[in-house]
C-alpha cells in the first residue's frame, strides 16, 4: 500500500517513529551528560570544602602551636588527607603520609591560599591528581607553607560509575522508545490505512466500470 505521493506506508511510519525516538533519545543523552558534569561538580564542591577547613584548621594550629605535632593531629581527624608543612624554601618539615607521590610546589603569599587539582577536566586524567589547597603561616617569625590534600580516586570513581550506567541505560531506552513508537504509530495510521484500502478499491471499481461500459455505435449500420 502506498500513500498519496507514492511512498509505501510503512515509510510513513519508520519516519514517524524514527522522529519520536529522536524526540526520546536526545533530550534522555542531553540529561544523562548533565547529571554526570552535575554530580561531578557537587562532589568536587565538596571535596574542595573539606580540604579548605583542613586547611584553615591547620594554619591555625601551626600559627599558634607550631608544627610539631600536625602529623599525628592529621591521621587521628582524617587519615585520607595528607598534610605537608614546608619551609619557606620548599623543603618538607612534616608529612603525614611520608613516601607518597609530590604534591605540586604551591607557595602562596603571605594571607592567600592557592588550590591544585580541582575541576571537571581534572578527573579525566591519568593519573588522577590529588586536589590540593595550600596556605601561608608564620610562627616563631619564620613563614611555612601548609599543603592539605586528598585522592581523588573514589570521587572518579562515584562519576565513573554514574557515566557508565547511564550509557548502558541509553540503548534500553532507545529499543524501548522505537518499539512502543512503532507499535503506537501502527495504532494511529491504521484508520488512514482502512480508508485508503477503501478508496483504493472505489477506484478500482470505477476503472473497471469504465473499461467494460457500452461502446459507441459502428458507423456502417
Not at 591544585?116 to 586536589?131: C, H, N, R
Not at 531506552?173 to 488512514?192: C, E, F, I, K, M
Request: with cysteine.
Amino acid at each position: 500500500m502506498r500513500s498519496d505521493h507514492g511512498a509505501p506506508a510503512w515509510g510513513v511510519r519508520g519516519r514517524l517513529t524514527v522522529v519520536t525516538v529522536l524526540l526520546v533519545i536526545v533530550p534522555a543523552g542531553v540529561g544523562a551528560v548533565l547529571m554526570t558534569v552535575l554530580l561531578q561538580v557537587v562532589l568536587s564542591t565538596s571535596l574542595q570544602q573539606r580540604t579548605l577547613q583542613r586547611l584553615a584548621e591547620t594554619t591555625v594550629q601551626v600559627a599558634s602551636e607550631g608544627y610539631s605535632d600536625v602529623a599525628t593531629d592529621a591521621l587521628q581527624a582524617n587519615g585520607a588527607q595528607r598534610i605537608q608543612v614546608r619551609d619557606a624554601a620548599g623543603r618538607i618539615l612534616v608529612d603525614s603520609q611520608p613516601g607518597g607521590p609530590p604534591l605540586p610546589d604551591l607557595r602562596p603569599p603571605p594571607g592567600t591560599t592557592l588550590t591544585a587539582g580541582f575541576g571537571f577536566l581534572t578527573q579525566w586524567t591519568e593519573p588522577i591528581p590529588p586536589a590540593v589547597a595550600a596556605g601561608s603561616v608564620a610562627y616563631g617569625g619564620a613563614q611555612y607553607v601548609v599543603l592539605v590534600a586528598e585522592s581523588q580516586d573514589e570521587q572518579h570513581e562515584a562519576v565513573s560509575s554514574m557515566a557508565k550506567l547511564l550509557a548502558a541505560a541509553l540503548p534500553i531506552l532507545l529499543v524501548g522508545s522505537g518499539t512502543a513508537a512503532w507499535w503506537l504509530v501502527g495504532r494511529a495510521l491504521r484508520p488512514v490505512e482502512a480508508i485508503r484500502r477503501r478508496v483504493d478499491s472505489i477506484d478500482a471499481a470505477s476503472r473497471s466500470a469504465c473499461r467494460g461500459g457500452p461502446t459507441g455505435q459502428d458507423p456502417g449500420t
